[in-house]
C-alpha cells in the first residue's frame, strides 16, 4: 500500500522560511516524480514544484526563486525548501506521486504566512 506523509508546516512571519518533509513508503521511490501541491482556502489544488526520478525540476512561476524541491531516494523523502515566503503562499501543502493511471496524495500539511 503507497503512503506519503507530509510533516513540517506550521505558522510563519512573511519573509521566513519553512521546509517539508514528504515520506514515501509502499513504492520504488526512485522510481517516480514527485510532486508538491497546494491549495489556498476557496481555491483550486496546483502544482507548486515537481521533481523526476533522475533529478530533473520545474516549478510554478509564483514560487520560482523562492522554492526549491529536493529528494533522497536512500531515505524515501521528498522535501521542498521554502524561503521568502509571502501570505500568498498560505494553504494546504500536499504531496504526490502518480503511478499509472492514479494519483496519491498525502494528508497535506498547514502552511500559514503572516503578515
Known amino acids: 500500500q503507497v503512503q506519503l506523509v507530509e510533516s513540517g508546516g506550521e505558522l510563519v512571519q512573511a519573509g521566513g522560511s519553512l521546509r517539508l518533509s514528504c515520506a514515501a513508503s509502499?513504492?520504488?521511490?526512485?522510481?517516480?516524480?514527485m510532486g508538491w501541491y497546494r491549495q489556498a482556502p476557496g481555491k483550486q489544488r496546483e502544482l507548486v514544484a515537481r521533481?523526476?526520478?533522475?533529478?530533473?525540476?520545474n516549478y510554478a512561476d509564483s514560487v520560482k526563486g523562492r522554492f526549491t524541491i529536493s529528494r533522497d531516494n536512500a531515505k524515501k523523502m521528498v522535501y521542498l525548501q521554502m524561503n521568502s515566503l509571502k501570505t500568498e503562499d498560505t494553504g494546504v501543502y500536499y504531496c504526490?506521486?502518480?503511478?499509472?493511471?492514479?494519483?496519491?496524495w498525502g494528508q497535506g500539511t498547514q502552511v500559514t504566512v503572516s503578515s
Open positions: 504526490n506521486v502518480r503511478i499509472g493511471t492514479g494519483s496519491i
Open positions: 509502499g513504492i520504488i521511490f526512485s522510481d517516480y516524480t
Open positions: 521533481i523526476t526520478s533522475s533529478g530533473g525540476t
